[in-house]
Each structure stands twice: as C-alpha cells, then as structure tokens.
C-alpha cells in the first residue's frame, strides 16, 4: 500500500494567517490526490481534487498544489471557520490511503 | 441534491452480525461506485472496500478482504456493508462515499465527492 504522511500534525495559527499542510506518498502518485476537511462529529467534506482542482462550492482561499510524491494545501488567509482536521489520500491505486491527518487551531 | 443517508447508531456484541446501509439519492446510484471508509482513533480513515451497482463489482482492501462483505439493492438505491461475526475491533464509525472519476489515458481515477454522514458502531463483549 502507499502511505500518505502529512506534516505538520498539528498547527495554530491566527486568523488571516497564510497556512501550508504538507503531504508526501511513499511512491509516485501523479497528480491523483485529493484533500478533506472533517470537523468534529461530520463526514470528511471534499475541498481539492486532482491534486490542485478546487471542488464546487468551496472558498477560493483553498487552493492545492504538486504532483509526483509531494503535495500542499494553502489557505491563504485562515478564517475561524477553517478550524478542523485536514486529510490528504491518494488515489492513484488502490486500496486507496489516507495521510493521518493535520489538526488545525486558531491561536 | 446528491445525498447519501446512512442508518442509525448500532450497539452489538462480539460474534453477533450486522448489516449497516447507505442510501443514495439524487444522482444514477447505479453508475457511480460507491465506497466505505473506518474511522478509529488509533488508526484514523482507512479504506475498506468499493462497490459498483450497475453489477455488483466489488474490490475489498486487503486489511478488510474476508471481514466483511460489501452489498447493494440496486431496486432501493441501496448500498450494504455486513458483518458476519463482530469483534470488538469493529468498533468504530463507518461513512460510505460517492466516488466519481477523472479519466486520463484510458483510465478512470475515481475520488469521493459526497459522503454519508457515517454510522457509529459499538461491540462489546
């Protein structure tokens, strides 16, 4: 299986702050990552698919980058709603992965 | 609306077997595959297996593979994730995904877009 390791796993940080989550696959995944949002007692909710493509609906302060083995996602000003645990998974084979997740405060 | 509706909290005893459901409505539930997904505090979201309803094609993770078995009712737009005999390890809670696909060089890349609001289950002994 190909592991997803996400870094930091834990950020505070203030409101308007820029904020960058880092993740890294074991192999080479193209650009078939995706990114969540899952806040206390939800389901995970899709923000970044395709590596970089911003899924409908969400802010455009979320934004997603790389391909290969290394991959971000940007908040570009965070806001008190952002605050939640943040997943990157693969989906270039299956069984498909999760990173173990970047848990987000507002300090 | 694309929706997927899950059944309710369950509390069960080890070896005892259960069968939890994902609804799906407002889309071709019959043309999109359909996945769960664990959630524990030890080892975070993990996959567990795929579903297609059009013809019941189905690919289990191999940490899953004879643990459980992934169902559907094509008639109720209904997908099915049974347990035959719990563990206490089964504790935990399950959402089900729509998974919908990229397709590049005649290949489907397939990603979860809408989710369940996930079942609680709860073995004890």
């Known amino acids: 299986d190909i592991q997803m390791t996400q870094s930091p796993s834990t950020l505070s940080a203030s409101v308007g702050d820029r904020v960058t989550i880092t993740c890294r696959a074991s192999?080479?995944?193209?650009?078939?990552l995706a990114w969540f949002q899952q806040k206390p007692g939800q389901a995970p909710k899709l923000l970044i698919y395709?590596?970089?493509s911003l899924e409908s609906g969400v802010p455009s302060r979320f934004s997603g980058s790389g391909s290969g083995t290394e991959f971000t996602l940007t908040i570009s000003s965070l806001q008190p709603d952002d605050v939640a645990t943040y997943y990157c998974q693969q989906y270039n084979n299956y069984p498909y992965t999760f990173g173990q997740g970047t848990k987000l405060e507002i300090k | 609306e694309v929706r997927l509706v899950q059944s309710g909290a369950e509390v069960k005893k080890t070896g005892e077997s259960l069968q939890i459901s994902c609804k799906g409505s407002?889309?071709?539930?019959?043309?999109?595959?359909i996945g769960w997904v664990r959630q524990t505090p030890g080892k975070g979201l993990e996959w567990m297996g795929i579903?297609?309803?059009?013809?019941?094609?189905?690919k289990y993770s191999p940490s899953f593979q004879g643990r459980v078995t992934l169902l559907v009712d094509k008639s109720l737009g209904t997908a099915y994730l049974h347990w035959s005999s719990l563990e206490a390890s089964d504790t935990a809670m399950y959402f089900c995904a729509r998974l919908v696909g990229n397709w590049y060089n005649a290949y489907y890349y397939y990603y979860a877009d809408v989710w369940g609001e996930g079942t609680s289950v709860t073995v004890s002994s």
């Open positions: 192999q080479f995944i193209s650009i078939w």
């Open positions: 579903i297609y309803p059009g013809d019941s094609d189905s």
């Open positions: 395709k590596a970089s």
């Open positions: 407002g889309y071709g539930f019959t043309t999109s595959w």
